[in-house]
């Protein structure tokens, strides 16, 4: 029997193309997701690329009644990939209460039910955040964990410490968390890709909704950081080589792999690159020319962060293989294809 897989938020960005990796790799995948930042149309992309349907729990992880319910229905569950979460750095600020509910109340309600099991395998969607600017790059896993600038990052400071400590007090209970840093780009299908609700927070969408005409023109947010051309710096990587770090972290649990029952993994290409490099690269793949301009900083951002993937590298045995060029080729592509699907609705 393949093993079956829990995926909260798998209609989401980086859920879906993690559902359609381990759907690859013959897992049997549950998803729960109550599309509060996406759409149900994903679970049809989804089913065209791998020609199979997963099974859709629509709920919302707060109400602690249907996570039990839940794992009584489906008590062969083997693995949980934890994606569900609010994600917007601006909006938490703003509605704090909205952000440690949603992020950390369904993730304390998962855990729970996924103690009661023998030896559970839980894999945790944290960020590069929780390092803020760090002194030293590239950023390492030991690099310290900085006090949160936002909300947001501080449920995934908080998050983490929730599954150290409850692997602390339960030796049995195995977790993995990864550190994502820029995950950007879209399956190269086009079936299934980011889908930004009102105004993008990060960069590639507002790239790419500016180039098809959605928006009139880029900000970029200061050019007198310091660094090469003075904006900023950041590691960006493909969501697919992303997805297929969560098999391999999976696997490593599933297989009784790891070194200690808590392990943490940054996930990034180990290369940084500017906000006018990435414009570059996109010009030249998509062949439009982006109009923008130079605007103030932007409250909070840092100056530059890429990540130190050697542990990743060597213990997961894994490393992002996909340029900047094709992720920014895949967003492109997905972008045209959500614009095309906009005009045949209309
Ligand atoms: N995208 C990034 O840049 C980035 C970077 C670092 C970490 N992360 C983390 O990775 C995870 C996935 O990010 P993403 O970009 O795919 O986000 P996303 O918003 O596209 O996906 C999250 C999914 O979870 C669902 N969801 C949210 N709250 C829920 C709830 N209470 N119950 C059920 N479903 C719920 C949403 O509908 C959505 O489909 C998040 O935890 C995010 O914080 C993302």
């Given at each position: 029997?393949?093993?079956?897989?829990l995926?909260?938020?798998?209609?989401?960005?980086i859920?879906?193309?993690?559902?359609v990796?381990?759907?690859?790799k013959?897992?049997?995948v549950?998803i729960i997701?109550?599309?509060?930042?996406t759409?149900?149309d994903?679970?049809?992309?989804?089913?065209k690329?791998?020609?199979?349907t997963p099974?859709?729990?629509?709920f919302?992880?707060?109400?602690?009644?249907?996570?039990?319910?839940f794992?009584?229905?489906?008590?062969d569950?083997?693995?949980?990939?934890?994606?569900?979460?609010?994600?917007?750095?601006?909006?938490s600020?703003?509605?704090p209460?909205?952000y440690?509910?949603?992020?950390?109340a369904s993730?304390?309600?998962l855990l729970?039910?996924l103690?009661?099991k023998?030896?559970p395998?839980?894999?945790f969607?944290?960020?590069?955040?929780v390092?803020g600017?760090?002194?030293?790059?590239?950023i390492?896993?030991?690099?310290p964990?900085?006090?949160?600038?936002?909300?947001?990052g501080?449920?995934?400071?908080?998050?983490?410490?929730?599954?150290?400590?409850?692997?602390?007090?339960?030796?049995?209970?195995r977790?993995?968390?990864?550190?994502?840093?820029?995950?950007?780009?879209?399956h190269?299908?086009?079936?299934?890709g980011?889908?930004?609700?009102?105004?993008?927070?990060?960069?590639?969408?507002?790239?790419?909704?500016?180039?098809?005409?959605?928006?009139?023109?880029?900000?970029?947010?200061g050019?007198d950081?310091?660094?090469?051309?003075?904006?900023c710096?950041?590691?960006?990587?493909?969501?697919m080589?992303?997805a297929?770090?969560?098999?391999?972290?999976l696997?490593?649990?599933?297989?009784?792999?790891?070194?200690?029952?808590?392990?943490?993994?940054?996930?990034g290409?180990?290369?940084?690159?500017s906000?006018l490099?990435?414009?570059?690269s996109?010009?030249?793949?998509?062949g439009?020319?982006l109009?923008?301009?130079?605007?103030?900083?932007r409250?909070?951002?840092?100056?530059?962060?890429?990540?130190d993937?050697?542990k990743?590298?060597?213990?997961?045995?894994?490393?992002?293989?996909?340029?900047?060029?094709?992720?920014l080729?895949?967003?492109?592509?997905w972008?045209?294809?959500?614009?095309?699907?906009?005009e045949?609705?209309?």
């Open positions: 029997m393949n093993s079956k897989i995926v909260t938020g798998g209609l989401g960005f859920g879906s193309h993690t559902v990796a381990l759907q690859e013959g897992f049997e549950v997701d109550n599309l509060s930042n759409s149900i994903v679970l049809g992309g989804i089913t690329i791998s020609q199979k099974v859709f729990e629509n919302d992880l707060r109400d602690k009644a249907k996570v039990k319910e794992f009584e229905k489906h008590p569950i083997d693995g949980v990939i934890h994606f569900a979460a609010s994600k917007a750095v601006g909006e600020v703003i509605n209460l909205l440690y509910e949603n992020n950390l993730l304390i309600y729970k039910e103690n009661k023998e030896n395998g839980f894999i969607s944290s960020s590069c955040t390092y600017q760090a002194k030293d790059l590239p390492t896993e030991d690099a964990v900085k006090k949160a600038e936002s909300p947001y501080n449920t995934k400071q908080i998050g983490e410490e929730i599954i150290a400590d409850t692997c602390k007090a339960n030796p049995g209970f977790a993995i968390s990864l550190r994502y840093f820029n995950p950007i780009g879209a190269p299908s086009a079936e299934i980011e889908l930004p609700i009102g105004t993008p927070q990060n960069l590639i969408p507002f790239i790419t909704q500016t180039a098809i005409g959605e928006r009139e023109e880029l900000s970029v947010f050019d950081y310091p660094t090469p051309d003075g904006t710096i950041r590691d960006y990587i493909h969501v080589d992303l297929r770090a969560h098999v391999v972290a696997e490593r649990l599933m297989e009784n792999k790891e070194e200690t029952n808590y392990e943490v993994f940054n996930l290409t180990g290369k940084g690159n906000v490099e990435v414009i570059k996109f010009e030249k793949v998509s439009v020319k109009p923008y301009k130079i605007t103030d900083r409250e909070g951002d840092i100056t530059a962060a890429y990540a993937t050697t990743a590298n060597d213990e997961l045995n894994w490393k992002a293989n996909l340029s900047l060029d094709e992720a080729d895949s967003a492109w592509k972008q045209k294809e959500v614009k095309r699907r906009t045949t609705e209309n």
